[in-house]
């Protein structure tokens, strides 16, 4: 049970590269970061650095108020998940979980009782006389995780732990790990590529990019209320849309957005603020998100034209893949329960297609500063 | 992988200009057969070749060891078949009072084993360092090791052999002098050991110290039975190497018959005595010499192989 | 060239064309070496003098514990109630001190002359003066002390800094209980690598120091202590192993060295190639009893090379097997000349070398070609590819490519390979035509022990190892930063 405090923490190799710039987050005790990102963002970095694998070049980390900087790892009170397992190849199933109760030297009832427990919630109490290799990648990852709560540690730190997992399994796991947060309810930190994986477990999530962090929120405010257009872009599958697009005032408080020929009234909420940021006439990005589009197989007032070029059937929607007549690549979703058979040919590759989106959901990006122009 | 004259196995192909499937003749399967049959006798006829060349030798040596002295001359013949088999040779070696050979036999077994310990323990204690601990002055260490490597090594001999002439470590004292500069500078052989340990994930140490091990416990408890096979094959060189050593041995040595090794020994023998009276007896400590290391080896072999394929590709 | 140029060309003017690229990027290679001495260097002066500067102000700003430890080695440790640090330090002192009172300074301050006074006899008895050996010798090892007492001085001031900054932010200082912990886990590449470190400064770096000095002086077989002195004499010695007037070992030693890089060529290469070949021999599909055609290769391995050289060296001698059994078959009337024509000697030595060097090139490769993904062959088939083709576009790119550093490692440690020649030919046959009692055989390693053992010239021996050395060094620079998989060694973990 723990809080971890991470206070201008900052990561330079060799005198020379920076990793992690000035990182500052605070996590409560029982809370379940996740740190989400591109490969090289630094999320590895800074969960390793809080494990105590990588010295901290900079700042404070502090564990339940004590400050770690300089404190192995095993006296840390931390367990560690990896993405590769780190099983010992040599020892059993049971002894790997027996290992690190054995090296604090606890009395040998108490280890088999803690190793058949954290066996039993995971299910793997027929594999504990096994060797690793003896066991599949799903279950060599239960192995790990038994080895990590057989500790109760203060903090749980997973690297990637899926990343190795097929899909199929990965979802299985991923909704074990949900199961397990809720039994052992300790503070956790997770480093995860897959933005799915960062929505559906994380209390927050922390977006980060080439060493900096991008925002920190619940899922939904990330979702919701991306600051810039890299969150925007990374969280939400398929990806957002994104258009070159005009800002225009039309009075006081009354904005619009004027994108392929079509004209959109901006939400009366976030035209207060662009009013209270004084902007005026601007070019802008202008964000869509392809579940927030609306396909018009009419050819209403305010619709974009579009050809398709691909047409993804994903079972329970479609994904059409369409390129506007100004040439910008956009993608839409179409639920497939409503369409007949002669709607449904007519969304062939090559056919026209009208969509367009109301006004709530567009997202405004400052073409320079890539900073969003209503949340953050 | 198979090194065959190929040919094509598929017999339809798609003929892309002509936009059409065309049919490819199928070559008649039992000329190809045939071929495959020619290639592979023509090795085989080459390997068997080879092994005779490559056994030839220790099998002449077999055989003129066990010519008799007594009839036959001690020294080279032009045949191969000794006209008279007997055990001359060897019971010399054994019974003789000149005969030095047992002594030697056993100052090398001395050296192998001392060297086979304290070798293994300087060599893997270099490679675990350089390989899985992060410190100040490691990049030097190596560089300082790699152009260390590029002396000769015979170079130092004499300064070596004065070093050990204070300590008292040669002549009476040539097999403890000798451990001492066979170890001593061992670490520095630490190249294909680094290269296994390179190979274990990093993950499996972080994972132990997390776990609550020191680096000695992470070394003892994860990486050392995980390196079973470089272990072996360490100890295996470390044995090996004063088996055939001569320079070293009889530069230590010189003079002090009774604290030769074996190779200094039977050198002499043939190159500094007489050699046509102790040829065939040089060839019957070589048997003796060889077939227990042979053995040896070519029981470890497994571990010898993946020690030099590893290192050869780790560099 | 851009990218695209060079794809248009045929293979043989991509050859030249990287050829020319190696040659013209030699000069470049060596300088950038050169470069990255000269830096380390500066950072090596850097570091001295950050560490005066820091002396300097620790002297000042520290308290009287430190103060007087600059004077008494590990005072303010043992204050500061680390007495096992102390002690240890204290402890260095001492036998520094009493071994300079007692030893050092008397071979330091000959160390100038290596010795002045001679060795005579009076009457019956011989009167030693001094020994230039031992004053050499010994005034290297005084050095090296002199230098770790330096180092271990600094550390003990700077320990003091860091104990006072400690005690100044409110922390405990380790005791000697924690650091003894430490030594199991934090500092535990120093209890590994302490007795190594020991055995290559005192066993290998020591002399290798002093025989670089010995280079320098007349030390040789008119100079031997204890009864002769010798003393230094600049580049005379380098002078004499590279000119070439008649007195001189000049053309001798471009003779050796010539022949020494030949040897190292087909040593390698020959070995590589033909190991390679029996490799791919014994794996072929469809070959029976695979193991067993490698056990049999792998006697040579196997088999002390003493016992297997020595005996097929005498096999190939005048009165030896092949020649007695060609002579009673009658092919031939008089011995063939193995050892005693030069151009049949270094033959037999380069063709006697495939049968030691064979059997390891075979289970390299048998390793690689085990790892080459099988996808590749089968891509190569579906393409057309016959079984030549295969070998020349995929096993010997790969093998080459993984192989990089194992051909230069063996390349270098041909021109060092000792034991062939000298167990098989012993660098005859002998000429007049060269001098320093070099034969034609003789790789630059033979030659430098027969100057040591035989000769006792160990002044020019010494030159020639220093000169071996800057041969493969100046290799090693060249090739080693062309091999991909050099590059960084990171990259494999």
Redesign the interface.
């Known amino acids: 049970m723990a809080s971890v405090s991470l206070q201008h923490i900052k990561k330079v190799y060799d005198n020379k590269v920076e990793v992690v710039h000035d990182f500052n987050l605070e996590i409560k005790d029982k809370e379940f970061v996740v740190f989400v990102g591109p490969s090289g963002c630094g999320k590895s970095t800074t969960l390793r650095m809080i494990a105590g694998l990588e010295d901290i070049t900079g700042g404070t980390l502090k564990i339940n108020d004590r400050v770690v900087n300089d404190v192995?790892p095993k006296d840390r009170d931390i367990a560690m998940v990896f993405q590769n397992y780190a099983l010992y190849p040599h020892i059993s199933v049971y002894e790997n979980m027996a290992f690190p109760l054995r090296l604090r030297k606890m009395d040998k009832e108490e280890i088999h009782r803690r190793v058949c427990e954290a066996a039993d919630i995971l299910g793997i109490t027929e594999y504990l006389a096994r060797k690793p290799k003896a066991l599949s990648g799903g279950q060599r990852q239960r192995v790990a995780i038994g080895r990590a709560i057989v500790r109760d540690p203060a903090v749980f730190l997973m690297d990637e732990p899926l990343s190795n997992l097929d899909a199929k399994l990965r979802n299985q796991m991923r909704a074990e790990i949900i199961l397990l947060r809720k039994r052992i309810d300790t503070t956790f930190i997770y480093v995860t590529h897959d933005q799915t994986e960062a929505m559906t477990l994380g209390d927050r999530i922390v977006i980060m990019k080439d060493g900096y962090i991008q925002q920190v929120g619940t899922p939904q405010e990330v979702f919701d209320t991306p600051k810039n257009l890299f969150v925007a872009g990374f969280i939400g599958s398929p990806q957002m849309n994104f258009l070159q697009a005009k800002l225009v005032k039309k009075g006081q408080g009354e904005y619009a957005v004027n994108v392929q020929g079509i004209t959109v009234p901006v939400e009366k909420k976030h035209a207060q603020v662009l009013e209270q940021k004084g902007i005026r006439d601007m070019d802008i990005t202008l964000g869509v998100r392809p579940e927030h589009t609306t396909v018009r197989f009419d050819n209403p007032e305010n619709a974009i034209e579009s050809t398709i070029t691909v047409n993804e059937m994903m079972g329970s929607e479609l994904h059409l893949h369409v390129v506007t007549a100004a040439g910008d690549n956009v993608i839409l979703r179409l639920p497939t329960v409503d369409l007949n058979d002669a709607t449904r040919a007519s969304l062939a590759a090559g056919n026209k297609l009208f969509f367009n989106f109301p006004g709530k959901v567009m997202h405004l990006f400052d073409n320079e500063s890539t900073d969003s122009l209503v949340f953050g | 992988?198979?090194?065959?004259?190929?040919i094509?196995?598929?017999d339809i192909v798609i003929d892309e200009q002509k936009g059409v499937i065309r049919e490819v003749k199928q070559p008649n399967l039992r000329s190809k057969a045939g071929h495959?049959r020619r290639v592979?006798t023509g090795?085989?006829i080459?390997?068997v070749l080879?092994?005779v060349?490559?056994?030839a030798?220790?099998v002449?040596?077999v055989f003129q060891s066990f010519r008799s002295y007594a009839t036959e001359d001690g020294g080279?013949?032009?045949y191969?078949l000794p006209k008279q088999w007997s055990l001359d040779n060897y019971r010399w070696l054994f019974n003789d009072p000149k005969s030095n050979f047992l002594r030697w036999y056993g100052n090398t077994l001395l050296i192998a084993l001392f060297c086979a310990v304290i070798q293994t323990v300087?060599v893997l204690?270099?490679s675990?360092?350089l390989s899985r601990?992060r410190?100040k002055g490691?990049k030097l260490?190596m560089n300082v090791?790699l152009?260390?490597g590029?002396?000769?090594?015979?170079?130092?001999?004499?300064?070596?052999y004065?070093?050990l002439k204070q300590l008292g470590l040669t002549q009476q004292g040539a097999i403890p002098g000798l451990i001492?500069?066979y170890?001593?500078?061992?670490?520095?052989g630490y190249y294909i050991s680094k290269g296994f340990f390179?190979?274990i994930p990093?993950s499996l140490d972080e994972s132990a110290r997390i776990d609550g091990a020191?680096?000695?416990q992470v070394?003892l408890k994860i990486i050392m039975p995980l390196a079973k096979p470089i272990v072996i094959y360490t100890i295996l060189m470390a044995f090996?190497a004063p088996?055939?050593d001569?320079?070293f041995a009889s530069?230590v040595a010189f003079g002090s018959e009774p604290n030769y090794n074996v190779?200094v020994g039977?050198?002499r023998w043939?190159?500094v005595n007489d050699?046509q009276g102790y040829?065939t007896r040089?060839?019957a400590g070589?048997v003796l010499?060889?077939v227990p290391?042979?053995a040896l080896?070519?029981a470890l072999?497994k571990y010898?192989?993946e020690g030099?394929?590893?290192?050869?590709?780790?560099? | 060239m851009n990218d695209l140029d060079y794809l248009k060309l045929t293979g043989f003017s991509k050859l030249g064309y990287k050829l020319k690229k190696f040659f013209t990027g030699i000069p470049g290679r060596l300088a950038g070496a050169l470069k990255g001495l000269g830096l380390w260097f500066v950072k090596l002066f850097r570091g001295i003098g950050s560490a005066l500067a820091d002396l300097g102000s620790t002297f000042v700003h520290g308290d009287w514990k430190t103060k007087l430890s600059y004077l008494v080695m590990g005072f303010g440790s043992c204050a500061r109630g680390q007495w096992g640090r102390g002690i240890l330090f204290f402890l260095f002192q001492t036998v520094f001190n009493l071994y300079m009172v007692n030893f050092g300074v008397a071979y330091l301050g000959k160390l100038n002359t290596l010795g002045t006074i001679e060795t005579y006899r009076e009457g019956r008895k011989t009167v030693y003066g001094d020994n230039s050996?031992f004053i050499l010798?010994y005034g290297v090892l005084t050095l090296f002390f002199v230098l770790a007492f330096l180092y271990t001085w600094y550390m003990n001031v700077k320990q003091n800094r860091v104990s006072e900054q400690i005690l100044k932010s409110g922390k405990k200082l380790k005791s000697t209980k924690d650091d003894l912990?430490s030594l199991?886990?934090?500092q535990?590449?120093k209890?590994?690598?302490a007795?190594?470190?020991l055995?290559?400064t005192?066993?290998?770096?020591?002399?290798?120091f002093?025989?670089i000095l010995v280079a320098f002086t007349n030390f040789d077989a008119t100079h031997q202590p204890p009864s002769k002195l010798f003393t230094w004499v600049g580049w005379d010695n380098f002078r004499q192993l590279l000119s070439s007037d008649n007195a001189s070992y000049g053309n001798t030693f471009s003779q050796v060295l010539l022949w020494t890089l030949i040897w190292a060529f087909f040593a390698t290469f020959l070995n590589y190639f033909l190991g390679m070949l029996?490799a791919?021999?014994?794996?072929?599909?469809?070959?029976k009893l695979k193991k067993m055609?490698r056990?049999?290769?792998?006697?040579?391995?196997?088999?002390?090379?003493?016992?297997?050289l020595?005996?097929?060296s005498?096999?190939f001698?005048a009165?030896?097997?092949i020649n007695?059994?060609l002579?009673?078959l009658g092919w031939i009337s008089t011995p063939l000349p193995f050892w005693t024509d030069p151009v049949w000697a270094r033959v037999t030595v380069i063709v006697i070398n495939v049968?030691i060097g064979i059997p390891?090139l075979m289970?390299?490769a048998?390793?690689?070609?085990m790892?080459?993904p099988?996808d590749l062959?089968e891509s190569a088939?579906?393409d057309?590819?016959?079984?030549f083709q295969?070998?020349k576009k995929i096993?010997l790119p790969y093998m080459l490519f993984?192989?990089?550093?194992?051909l230069l490692?063996s390349f270098?440690g041909n021109i060092?390979n000792?034991?062939v020649i000298?167990?098989l030919s012993?660098g005859k046959p002998l000429s007049l035509e060269l001098s320093g009692n070099a034969g034609y055989t003789d790789l630059?390693?033979t030659w430098?022990?027969k100057m040591?053992?035989s000769d006792t010239n160990?002044k020019l021996?010494?030159v020639m190892?220093i000169l071996?050395?800057l041969v493969?060094?100046v290799i090693?620079l060249i090739v080693y930063n062309m091999?991909p998989?050099?590059k960084n060694?990171e990259d494999?973990?």
């Open positions: 192995e | 992988m198979s090194k065959k004259n190929e094509p196995e598929v495959e592979n090795i085989y080459l390997l080879i092994s060349i490559w056994l030798p220790f002449f040596l080279m013949v032009a191969l300087m204690s270099v675990y360092t601990l410190f490691r260490i090791v152009v260390l590029m002396f000769p090594g015979f170079l130092t001999m004499i300064t070596l004065f070093l001492l500069i170890v001593a500078s061992s670490g520095m390179d190979t990093k020191t680096r000695f070394f090996m088996w055939g001569y320079v530069y190779a039977l050198y043939v190159n050699y040829f040089f060839c070589g010499v060889a290391i042979t080896f070519l072999q010898y192989v030099v394929t590893g290192g050869a590709v780790k560099g | 050996f010798l912990k199991m886990d934090e535990f590449h209890t590994l690598l007795l190594p470190t055995g290559v005192v066993f290998t770096i020591l002399p290798i002093f025989m029996v791919i021999m014994i794996n072929k599909k469809g070959i055609w056990t049999i290769l792998v006697m040579t391995i196997a088999i002390p090379q003493f016992v297997s020595l005996y097929v005498k096999m001698a009165d030896g097997l007695s059994f002579m009673r049968w390891y289970l390299i048998t390793g690689i070609l790892n080459i099988a062959y088939r579906i057309g590819a016959n079984a295969m070998y096993t993984v192989t990089g550093p194992y490692t270098t060092n000792f034991n000298f167990l012993g630059l390693i430098l022990y040591t053992v160990y021996a010494a190892g071996v050395f493969c060094a090693n091999i998989s050099v060694e494999f973990q």
